[in-house]
């Protein structure tokens, strides 16, 4: 469903994502993982449209996203990592103006917005301008204007961030309803024990390159890692020798 | 365990800033090269030279004039300094909301172990920087033209260094104090929207009460009984407890060769006092003004009236079209610092139809039909200034505005055209009211022929649409996505390069169409029958192609832009 080629993005002479082919097949909630500064945001901003490649191209259900953009982005929906909305619209506001950019309106639209303010516990402000909302409140926002449309692909960036445990609970039931109704999920997450327990196929990026890809137990089979955990495996592959000396430092 | 935090000096608390400063301007070089750099210096030095010129010229004149020309020059200086000061406390208390209550770098600094003085001497300065940068290198020119004519020598330099310093600092403090304490009754947010409404209320009211009164009548002599009334006038002073009066009885004193150090001393122990009392009440306030100035605004908007109305108007439009119209114009109206700007959108319009009327071209005696016809002529290239002004303020922020969204905008199936469409009409529909009626009715006071109302009309039409795809064109090409303030966006490097194409255009149209409008104005004359011939039809060809390109290519221009934009 999605499908990068030889993904490459240069900002100047630095090369954030180097030559990345890889396929996320419909069906699948797909793990992005890395260290800070990897590439993911990037590989991820791509993928959205909203960055240009340098090289290589991004196929999202066959349609190129810079060539054909507005076929695939139909499909799409996008959860960026920081929720900035226009603080001067009210939270049904914002989720009708995002329906109408993806050409729908009408009472399904009204009905959608209701259930989907209702789901996310955002009904008793949904006339609020959202201004007045907290973090984890426009990052709920955020999700359901990405699931307003009924997309059947969905990119999304530190999910996790700034939501209590019930919304996280309620994110992690949705993504895989969503994956188990043939929907496609590639999520970039810090969160590991949330990849090792959601993700059907994790990647591993490190300095723009994908340097292990598959399920957790192909990973440790690949990597020779026994029964260790996604955690341990992640260290191992990005430099876990830094953590040890950052503890170091830490407990001096 | 109990330690006491050794403190940053006050440099290390600005180095943030003054580092972020340097970097922008190193990133704006960069992306610009030499020639922004070259433009920027070369306007700047010609609006320097300018002030510059005409002041020593006023100077010299008033130099001419026995027993008088020292009060007249005086005088001058007097309320030059207090329009500063005025423009400055306006201002300060503008900057002093953002740079003390809503700043990103706050956080960071009020959970460091940073003290309350060191913080608020951070913050003071920043106000003042902020604020002030721009009165200062006004006041450079004024004070040179005073200098040299004076012969104020290289002394005057340092001189006027510290007389001007302490007349900035002052109104930072009182900016900042008013500030914290209204801070401290209200929410930040709705303090400013309160104080942009009052800002620009007072400023607006400033404005049209200053042209409604008509002060060039008071410069007639003959308005005074005797010389006199017109000498106790001069001597008054034009407020005895504001700085600029006694910044500026220090100034004249030095240049007059007897120095007063009483106003300098005034000036010095007046900031120092008002500093210390403004760190006092900032000690007392500022914790409990910053607990409030977090909270929300907290208002509730059902929204229903923009989509029953507009909504209902655009019912043909495509949905996406018809929710980013509605989205821009909801924004527009529910954000206090922008709508506000309307309030000297109508000084301004008030003003300007005030000064067609106040011409004296009819008063009885037959009217020179060659004159009517002239500046309704010229009306069309200063209503044109007066629309790219406009433009400047509202179209061209446009683009930049969207920026911290933009990452909907594109990952969603938005036609960048369309969104391009939707600004420009919201722009533009505005200005075309406005510019129609601004040229009917102005012409309508000049009693000009039919010929006359339709070709100002139909130009006035053909700019606006031109103005405003300048203005969009621009803004995309010059986007400033890092601004939190709308209002500054225009004053940067893109809107200068915007008004001064804007400029070359409405001089090429005006060319243009004046070969067309002479051959009417000179048949109309010398009363022969008006021919419209292959000549005139082709200098009003030149003027809708030159109009018809400037809204062509910036839109092409900036649609270009728009796709290659990265977040």
């Known amino acids: 469903m999605i499908r990068l080629e030889n993904l490459t993005k240069h900002y100047g002479s630095f090369v954030a994502v180097d030559d990345i082919t890889m396929e996320v097949p419909r069906g699948l909630l797909h793990g992005f993982l ?92 949904k006339d609020e301008l959202v201004e007045a909302y907290s973090h984890g409140m426009r990052q709920k ?6 699931l307003i449309h009924r997309p059947e692909v969905i990119v999304v960036d530190e999910p996790m961030v700034g939501l209590d445990p019930k919304a996280a609970r309620l994110l992690k039931d949705i993504f895989r309803q969503f994956v188990g109704k043939g929907g496609t999920v590639l999520m970039s997450t810090h969160t590991l024990e949330v990849a090792e327990a959601m993700c059907d196929r994790i990647a591993i990026i490190q300095h ?42 830490l407990g001096r | 365990m109990t330690a006491r935090a050794v403190q940053p000096s006050l440099w290390h608390v600005l180095q943030p800033k003054w580092r972020t400063a340097r970097q922008r301007l190193r990133e704006a070089r960069e992306r610009g090269g030499w020639g922004r750099v070259s433009i920027l210096v070369t306007v700047g030095s010609l609006f320097w030279a300018a002030v510059y010129k005409i002041l020593y010229a006023v100077l010299k004149y008033f130099r001419g004039v026995e027993d008088l020309g020292p009060l007249l020059a005086g005088k001058l200086l007097g309320l030059v300094l207090l329009a500063f000061v005025s423009i400055l406390i306006l201002s300060n208390i503008i900057t002093a909301l953002s740079s003390f209550f809503l700043a990103k770098d706050l956080d960071l600094l009020v959970s460091a172990p940073v003290d309350w003085l060191r913080l608020y001497l951070a913050k003071l300065w920043e106000t003042v920087i902020h604020s002030s940068w721009m009165v200062a290198l006004m006041i450079v020119p004024i004070l040179a033209a005073f200098g040299v004519i004076y012969d104020g020598g290289v002394l005057f330099i340092p001189y006027a260094v510290l007389t001007i310093l302490p007349m900035l600092l002052l109104p930072a403090v009182l900016g900042a104090a008013l500030t914290l304490i209204l801070v401290n009754v209200f929410p930040a947010r709705r303090t400013r929207d309160l104080l942009s409404l009052i800002a620009l209320g007072a400023a607006g009211g400033v404005i049209l009460i200053f042209r409604l009164i008509r002060p060039e009548q008071l410069a007639r002599p003959e308005g005074f009984r005797n010389l006199l009334d017109f000498i106790t006038v001069l001597r008054t002073p034009t407020s005895p407890f504001l700085p600029s009066e006694w910044a500026t009885k220090a100034i004249m004193s030095y240049l007059r060769g007897s120095i007063d150090p009483l106003p300098l001393v005034l000036l010095w122990t007046t900031a120092g006092a008002f500093i210390t009392f403004g760190a006092l009440l900032h000690r007392q306030m500022f914790a409990t003004g910053f607990t409030k100035a977090q909270e929300g605004a907290e208002r509730f908007v059902r929204g229903t009236f923009w989509r029953w109305t507009v909504g209902s108007l655009l019912t043909p439009l495509a949905v996406a079209k018809r929710e980013f119209v509605l989205k821009d114009i909801k924004l527009f109206f529910r954000d206090t610092t922008q709508w506000s700007q309307l309030i000297l959108l109508a000084v301004l319009v008030v003003v300007y139809v005030f000064n067609i009327k106040a011409l004296p071209l009819h008063r009885g005696e037959p009217v020179g039909f060659f004159y009517v016809n002239l500046v309704s002529f010229l009306n069309l290239g200063l209503a044109g200034f007066v629309l790219a002004s406009i433009a400047a303020r509202f179209i061209f922020p446009a683009v930049s505005l969207e920026g911290r969204q933009m990452w909907l905008l594109r990952s969603s199936p938005l036609d960048l055209r369309a969104l391009l469409w939707s600004k420009y009409w919201v722009g533009t529909v505005p200005l075309l009211v406005l510019a129609l009626l601004l040229t009917g009715v102005t012409n309508v006071l000049l009693q000009v022929s039919s010929f006359m109302m339709i070709v100002s009309l139909a130009t006035i039409c053909a700019l606006t649409l031109a103005i405003s795809a300048l203005a969009l064109g621009y803004g995309a090409l010059y986007p400033q996505f890092e601004t ?72 092409k221009i900036g649609l270009k832009r728009m796709e290659q934009f990265e977040f």
Not at chain 1, 56 to 61: D, M, S, T, W
Not at chain 1, 222 to 239: I, N, P, R, V, W
Not at chain 2, 510 to 537: C, F, N, W
């Open chain 1, 141 to 146: 926002l955020i999700i359901s204007s990405a």
């Open chain 1, 208 to 249: 723009g390159k994908i340097v292990a890809e598959g399920t957790v137990p192909d990973l440790r089979r690949q990597h020779q890692a026994g029964d260790a955990s996604l955690e341990e495996l992640f260290l191992k592959l990005t430099g876990g020798a830094h953590a040890r000396e950052l503890a170091e430092v």
């Open chain 2, 484 to 555: 939190e303030n709308a209002a500054q966006i225009p004053t940067s490097f893109g809107g200068l390069v915007f008004m001064m194409t804007t400029v070359a255009l409405l001089g090429a149209v005006i060319l243009a169409l004046s070969q067309a409008v002479y051959t009417y104005v000179r048949a109309m004359y010398e009363g022969h029958p008006v021919v419209i011939d292959a000549k005139m039809i082709g200098w009003f060809t030149v003027a809708a192609a030159v109009c018809a390109a400037a809204t062509v290519i910036p839109l």
């Open chain 1, 34 to 125: 890395g260290p800070n500064g990897a590439g993911k945001t990037t590989t991820l901003r791509m993928i959205a449209g909203i960055l240009r490649p340098t090289d290589g191209r991004v196929l999202i259900g066959g349609d190129d996203v810079h060539k054909k953009p507005l076929a695939a982005k139909m499909r799409l929906g996008f959860i960026p990592d920081r929720p900035f909305v226009y603080d001067k619209l009210t939270g049904a506001e914002f989720l009708r103006f995002v329906a109408g950019l993806y050409g729908q309106e009408g009472d399904a639209i009204d009905r959608r917005i209701a259930e989907l303010l209702e789901v996310f516990e955002l009904t008793s402000w």
